[in-house]
């Protein structure tokens, strides 16, 4: 019985070592994950390089390819997590409406769009490489299903025509969502991102909108 004890607690030891361990490795992933966008948004993603994400949290240059395989790994990350996060947020707002949820939804993403622009400058422009497309269709994915989701509500609450085609409704609203993103990277300073999503998403609505709807004053 003594040494099942021991061995209980020379086990119980072992997986708090192991519990330790995975998370200092979790904390330095977030440490550089953190420190690497901070440098993109203030030097520049093509500026910044691995060695000075690694000394800026004082770890070797190797460490950091032991949690990211390269900077376009750190971006696409942020990428999934800013989709994510919007989605979650707009979930967990009651919308009175589908179009409210889907213009709030674009908002949020648009604003994030700007307050880190080098970022979203460097996902719009560089989705053609085959992480960043995964990254692409990975968001469009989540958004869809949100939209769709949305839209269904939409109809049985009488807001949209009970004819409308969903699957190319969403489409369009996608497209609109990646064809403005797209558009403000190549000249950001062109246009207001947020004021133009929206005014486009209430257009789409308005498509859809029952007769009825469109009659009323």
């Not at 070592?17 to 995975?22: F, K, N, Q």
């Not at 960043?132 to 769709?148: C, P, V």
Request: with cysteine.
């Amino acid at each position: 019985m003594t040494q099942v004890i021991i061995r209980l607690r020379s086990l119980k030891g072992m997986l708090m070592v192991d519990s330790w361990r995975e998370r200092k490795k979790l904390e330095l992933k977030q440490a550089l994950y953190r420190k690497a966008i901070e440098l993109f948004e203030s030097e520049g993603y093509e500026n910044t390089t691995v060695q000075q994400i690694s000394e800026a949290v004082g770890v070797a240059k190797g460490t950091f390819f032991n949690h990211f395989p390269s900077k376009e790994h750190v971006v696409s990350e942020w990428y999934n997590e800013i989709t994510a996060r919007a989605i979650r947020t707009a979930r967990a707002h009651r919308h009175d409406s589908a179009k409210a949820a889907v213009a709030a939804l674009f908002a949020d993403m648009s604003g994030q769009a700007t307050a880190s622009p080098e970022l979203m400058i460097v996902t719009s422009r560089n989705n053609s490489t085959p992480l960043l497309l995964d990254a692409t269709r990975h968001q469009i994915s989540q958004i869809n299903h949100f939209l769709i989701e949305q839209c269904q509500q939409g109809i049985a609450r009488g807001e949209i025509e009970a004819e409308t085609d969903l699957g190319f409704f969403v489409a369009l609203l996608t497209a609109v969502l990646s064809g403005t993103s797209r558009a403000w990277s190549l000249t950001p300073e062109r246009f207001d991102f947020p004021q133009l999503i929206s005014e486009r998403v209430h257009f789409l609505f308005r498509a859809v909108e029952p007769v009825s709807a469109k009659s009323s004053p």
